[in-house]
């Protein structure tokens, strides 16, 4: 079980957005002035992707047919427009190009960069070449369609996305296929100033309605240079992917919409990626009145008062949300509550007869997420009472669990993650669900002679239950 959803923002990311939090050092946003380098607004900018990108390729002229390999050839779907573009850049023997595709999701495009190997395998996810599962993915962008949200100034905080409705646990919010993703490796193995172009060639080649939006993105202070704009606009908004193939390199993501989500320790929406359609959804976890600013937490929430500041300072900011500046005994009573989660769950991950987990406990660790209003994390709570209450053979209090698991799941995590799938499973058949009784001892012996059993019994000897 894990208690944070796969995708995170990003470190470079996380410690801007802080920045832009703490009261002093107030978001600035740039929005209209930084513009496309196409825009005649913004003179110089397509001299300096002209002029002063170096191509390192040994490819001809921009635009190719990716050499796709012959395992992932059949995936890939011709009606998308895949093409990789100059610049690339050769950092040793790994060559990084920009991939992009104007096409992918009706329209709305991607960009890439990365090595060819990386891109093809990302080519080969269905997502690619099946344009139908990102069909309508994006559609609350659609000008014509009635937003659930507004972006608007936020007092301190620049712009942010407050709700235009009132929203329920569950609402729908955003979603959005990836703009631009970055190689983690790019970042490892090229000069950053090299990766700078790189980066803005690909939102470059995004569409112009695509584009514009990336690039109003705030960047937290006025770069002057474009490519350090570039820089620091990736930075501050990108997100973090986990590999897809066998490359050790995560890899970095921008959504330009959903940068917009301001960050909050104890947000009332949170957002999953789904990795088979490269889509990033934002529901509300909690009711959200009309006007309310929407919030994401960009830090795993489920930490200490002392962990979340040293964490904020390693990046040299300090966290200013709420509860980081609430008053020393009310953070002293949550981090109190903080530290009997991490606790319990230890106890609730141990499946062997040492376990000390009991039902009851189940029940605090429900509790507790509600006392510290850890709702983005309550369906893992419900998902551990669940199977505690189907380890000592109680089904319906477990069923009635493991439907909150799945309630509050299904928002926070998606209907593919592993624990609300496990939690549905139970719902079909708790007593064929691997965690039927299996908090109780004399079961948990079974199939190993019973030698672990107190007073010798044997399988089917269950008199002594109750
Ligand atoms: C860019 O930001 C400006 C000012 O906030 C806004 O008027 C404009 O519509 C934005 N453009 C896009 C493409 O989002
Ligand atoms: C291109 O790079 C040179 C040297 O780094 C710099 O002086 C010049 O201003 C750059 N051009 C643009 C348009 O940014
Ligand atoms: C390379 O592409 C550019 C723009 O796409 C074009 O202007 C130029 O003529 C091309 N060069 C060659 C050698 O094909
Ligand atoms: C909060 O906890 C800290 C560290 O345990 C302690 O030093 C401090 O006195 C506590 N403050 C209050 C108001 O309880």
Redesign the pocket.
């Known amino acids: 079980m894990r208690s944070r959803n796969l995708l995170s923002v990003c470190l470079a990311g996380a410690c801007m957005a802080q920045e832009a939090l703490s009261v002093d050092n107030v978001q600035v946003s740039l929005g209209g002035i930084c513009q496309s380098p196409t825009h005649a607004s913004f003179p110089g900018m397509s001299v300096c992707l002209s002029e002063n990108i170096t191509l390192v390729s040994q490819y001809?002229?921009?635009?190719t047919r990716i050499p796709i390999p012959q395992d992932a050839k059949q995936a890939v779907s011709d009606t998308l427009d895949w093409t990789f573009k100059k610049p690339c850049y050769l950092a040793g023997t790994t060559e990084f190009c920009v991939f992009s595709s104007p096409t992918f999701a009706q329209g709305r495009g991607m960009s890439l960069v990365t090595t060819a190997k990386r891109a093809a395998a990302i080519l080969a996810l269905p997502s690619f070449h099946d344009p139908e599962l990102v069909r309508g993915a994006n559609q609350d962008l659609e000008p014509d369609r009635p937003h659930v949200y507004h972006v608007v100034e936020v007092p301190g905080k620049g712009l942010g996305v407050v709700a235009a409705k009132p929203l329920y646990r569950g609402d729908h919010i955003i979603s959005n296929t990836v703009s631009l993703i970055i190689d983690y490796g790019a970042h490892e193995q090229m000069p950053q100033v090299e990766l700078n172009k790189l980066m803005a060639a690909g939102i470059e080649y995004l569409p112009e309605r695509h584009r514009d939006r990336m690039l109003n993105l705030s960047t937290h202070n006025d770069a002057d240079a474009y490519l350090e704009k570039v820089q620091k606009l990736v930075a501050t908004n990108c997100f973090d992917l986990e590999p897809i193939d066998d490359s050790p390199h995560a890899m970095q993501a921008v959504f330009p919409e959903i940068s917009r989500l301001n960050h909050d320790c104890r947000p009332n929406a949170e957002y999953y990626f789904d990795y088979k359609t490269f889509t990033h959804h934002i529901h509300a976890i909690k009711p959200i009145a009309q006007g309310e600013e929407i919030t994401i937490s960009y830090i795993d929430p489920v930490e200490t008062h002392q962990a979340r500041v040293d964490r904020v300072k390693n990046w040299g900011f300090e966290c200013s949300c709420s509860l980081c500046s609430a008053e020393a005994h009310i953070r002293n009573a949550s981090d109190a509550r903080v530290r009997q989660i991490n606790e319990l769950r230890d106890e609730f991950e141990d499946y062997t007869t040492k376990s000390r987990a009991t039902p009851q406990m189940g029940d605090l660790m429900v509790s507790l997420h509600e006392q510290e209003r850890l709702i983005a994390s309550l369906y893992s709570a419900y998902t551990y009472a669940a199977i505690e209450w189907n380890g000592v053979g109680e089904p319906w209090v477990a069923t009635k669990y493991a439907n909150l698991a799945v309630e509050y799941g299904l928002p926070s995590v998606g209907p593919t993650d592993p624990d609300v799938k496990e939690m549905q499973k139970l719902l079909s058949d708790p007593w064929g669900h691997w965690s039927w009784m299996l908090r109780t001892k004399k079961r948990m012996s079974w199939g190993k002679d019973g030698k672990e059993v107190d007073g010798k019994k044997k399988e089917g000897e269950d008199d002594e239950e109750d």
């Open positions: 001809e002229n921009d635009t």
